[in-house]
């Protein structure tokens, strides 16, 4: 979908398709330098990081196996609870396994400080995190973040995984939503 589809709905485009490619590619380049010579597995948190996990698999020139959680944070509105859920487990044992975390975006980095904590004590040789966008309140946060798409400000985005009550989705950039939308 295009933002001229939902043009009533979105008011900017923060990211467009193109920006996203180009970023997967250059970060792909140095994932496969720093992993050059170990197993990889990516670790995808649904339903968000679909797109970016798609992608950037498919950017990576080499081997690498995929698996997937499922977390609750935000339900259906516009601000983090802080309340982290499993709703689907990895099928993989992960120890002594070389994880990386792809996720769409972190914002208070909540979910991510308590999605890393949960994998480390699971054993693996090593955690680190992948973000397609991050947000200025994640700077504070006290895991580091390896790879990092976008910096974009503090605004309501949706599209390219990210949803507003389960639509938006599909859209092929990343956009901030319409206040009528939610309000
Ligand atoms: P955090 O715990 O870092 O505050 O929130 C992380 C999760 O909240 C993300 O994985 C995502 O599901 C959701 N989230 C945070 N910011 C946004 C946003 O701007 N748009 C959408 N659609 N979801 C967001």
Redesign the pocket.
């Known amino acids: 979908m295009e933002v001229s589809d939902v043009e009533k709905d979105v008011t900017e485009i923060l990211v467009s398709e193109e920006q996203i490619r180009s970023r997967l590619a250059e970060l792909a380049r140095q994932i496969e330098t720093d992993y050059s010579g170990r197993d990889l597995l990516l670790v995808g ?1 649904l ?3 679909v797109m970016v996990m798609a992608d950037l698999a498919r950017e990576l020139n080499r081997h690498v196996s995929m698996d997937w959680m499922a ?1 609750s ?2 339900g259906s509105g ?1 601000t ?1 609870s ?1 309340v ?1 859920r499993i709703l689907k487990d990895l099928d993989t044992d992960i120890s002594g396994k070389h994880v990386l975390v792809v ?12 999605l890393v904590a949960n994998l480390r004590s699971r054993g693996p040789a090593t955690v680190s995190i992948c973000t397609l ?1 991050r ?1 200025p ?2 700077q504070r ?1 006290t895991v580091e973040v390896r790879y990092v798409g976008f910096d ?1 400000p503090n ?4 599209g390219y995984g ?3 009550a389960e639509h ?1 989705r599909n859209l092929r950039s990343v956009a901030t ?1 319409a206040p009528t939308v939610y309000s």
Request: a negative charge; zero cysteines.
């Open positions: 948190v339903k968000g990081a977390i944070s935000y516009t983090s802080g982290v996720e769409d975006i972190i914002d208070t980095g909540l979910t991510l400080s308590w966008l947000k309140e994640a946060m974009i605004e309501f985005v949706v990210l949803d507003y938006f939503l």
